[in-house]
Structure formats: structure tokens, C-alpha cells
């Protein structure tokens, strides 16, 4: 692991990421879908992509760390030399993340993180409100949005996977958000609420929002899940209309990219998440 590599893993490092390098995107992200012209080469989709990418990865990069750490019932102000190559294999496995890479990324967008004196450790329900306000104001979607007319996907993706890394690292140890999902997935399993209604409540996309209520029990019976006669020619009459106003042309939404994405997996027994981490 290089000398910058071993910078991330300073506890004064989070506080240093949240306060220095997550301020400059803020303005950026506000002007992202506007219809005024870029300034100059900061301003450019390749180079918001990259530095969005660079900095949701560091923060994953964090929470992960953080996780492993209180795991070990250790702290930030603990790490050592020999704790950072103790837990070093667990956060690469956890992460997907390669902390050389993070590293030249954060510096080569935000500059060299400088240790502070004396240490400064950083307590969880900090960083909890850090990640959240992070998530918050990044626009993921349409991060995703603006990769695909210039040809960057792959830094849409990249944004997505540690955005969505984010939010399960808060899902897991944020009370209010196990709260949440307490409240949730009970009206979901009652069939008061929908899996769309539902994924927009807990801020995840339909086919991970499902794979969680199902982890926790959250499942429908087949009472619940069976229509009634007027909501099943609602839903007759709804496709009949969409297919005679296609002519035949096909067409898709975001809804039924998500609908015909779990019934696959529910057919085929896969995991058609995109954003699952998968080693090969």
C-alpha cells in the first residue's frame, strides 16, 4: 500500500473528505441539468463524473472502514501501522474498492489529505449525518443521466455502486433508518403499501428494496398478494391501452424495467442487480 493509500486510514481522514473535498461538488450538483455552459474544464461532464466518482467512493472507502474497525471493537484513533494490514484484506472485500486506486483519485482531484495534530477522532453518529447529508445532495440519478450521451458510463456505474454503498452502510447502523424499515416493510407484508411506494421510502431501487424486506422477513403471503377483480382488469385495461397506443413499436419505463427485472429473478433464480459487486 502506498504512503497516500495509508493517508485514508488517518482518523483525522473523514473529517478532512467531508469538509474540504465535498464542498467544491455541492455548486456543481446544482448547476447539473441547468442550461448554463460549463466555465472551464472543472465544469465538464467527464470531469464531474470522475471527481463524483472519486469522492463517493473515498466516502464508501470510510464507512467501510468505520464498519470494520467497530467490528473489531476498535476506533478510528486505533489504527496503527499494524491494524490498517490487519483490517486492509476485510475492507477491500467489503468495499470492491482497491485503496491505492481511491487514494490517487481523492489526490489527483482534491490533494493530499494532511494528518491533523494532534488526532482527531471522529464518533459514528457524525459520520452517520456526514454519509446521509452526502447521499442527500449527490444527484445520482442524474449523474447517471449525463454519463450516457458522452460515452462515461462507467463512471455513472462507479457513482452508482458507492451511492447505493452509502446508503446500505446507513441502512445498517443508522437506529432511524431500521426504524423506518421496521415501519415499512410491516405495511409492505400487510399489502398496504406497494413495492413501488416502498422504494421510494427507504430510497432504493424496487429490485434491492425487495432482496432487503426479504432478508428481514418482510414477505407476502399469497392472500396479500392476490388482486381483486377490479384492481386485475384495471391492470388488463392499463396494458391493453398501452399496447394499442404502441402499435406494436416497443417501448420501456423505469417501471416495468423494474417489474420484469424481479419477475426474472423470480423465474430464473438470479441476482440481476447491476450494481452488485461480483469478483471475475
Known amino acids: 500500500m502506498t504512503a497516500v493509500a495509508n493517508a485514508l486510514f488517518e482518523p ?21 441539468g441547468s442550461k448554463t455552459a460549463a466555465t472551464d474544464e472543472s465544469d465538464s461532464p467527464r470531469a464531474l463524473l470522475e471527481k463524483s466518482a472519486a469522492l463517493l467512493e473515498t466516502f464508501h472507502f470510510v464507512a467501510i472502514v468505520h464498519e470494520v474497525l467497530a467490528a473489531k471493537g476498535r476506533r478510528w484513533s486505533d489504527l496503527t501501522p499494524s491494524l490498517v494490514a490487519e483490517i486492509d484484506p476485510s475492507v477491500r472485500e467489503r468495499s470492491g ?11 489527483r482531484w482534491f490533494g493530499v489529505p494532511k494528518p491533523a495534530t494532534p488526532r ?5 453518529d457524525v459520520l452517520l449525518r456526514s454519509l446521509r447529508a452526502a447521499a442527500d445532495q449527490c444527484p445520482i440519478e442524474h449523474l447517471e443521466e449525463a454519463s450516457r450521451p458522452v460515452g462515461l458510463e462507467r463512471f455513472g456505474h462507479r457513482c452508482r455502486i458507492a451511492h447505493d454503498g452509502i446508503r446500505a452502510f446507513i441502512r ?27 422504494s421510494k421510502l427507504l430510497e432504493m431501487h424496487p429490485v434491492d ?3 432487503l424486506l426479504e432478508t428481514h422477513g418482510y ?15 384495471a391492470i388488463y385495461a392499463r396494458v391493453r391501452a398501452d399496447r394499442l397506443t404502441r402499435g406494436g413499436a416497443p417501448a420501456w419505463t423505469h417501471e416495468g424495467i423494474a417489474r420484469d427485472t424481479v419477475a426474472s429473478e423470480r423465474i430464473e433464480g438470479i441476482d440481476a442487480r447491476r450494481w452488485v459487486h461480483r469478483e471475475g
Do not use: C, W
Not at 483525522?12 to 455541492?26: G, I, K, M, T, V
Open 219 to 233: 414477505n407476502r403471503s399469497l392472500r396479500t398478494l392476490a388482486l381483486s377483480e377490479e384492481e386485475r382488469s
Open 12 to 32: 483525522s481522514f473523514p473529517l478532512h473528505a467531508f469538509s474540504n473535498a465535498e464542498s467544491d461538488l455541492r455548486v456543481k450538483y446544482m448547476r447539473l
Open 172 to 198: 445498517r447502523n443508522d437506529p432511524a433508518q431500521q426504524e423506518q424499515l421496521r415501519i415499512a416493510g410491516g405495511a409492505f407484508q400487510a399489502g398496504k403499501l406497494s413495492l413501488t411506494e416502498v
Open 120 to 124: 482527531i477522532d471522529v464518533a459514528e
Open 97 to 107: 474498492l482497491d485503496p491505492d486506486r481511491v487514494a490517487q483519485e481523492f489526490v
Open 209 to 211: 428494496a425487495v432482496a
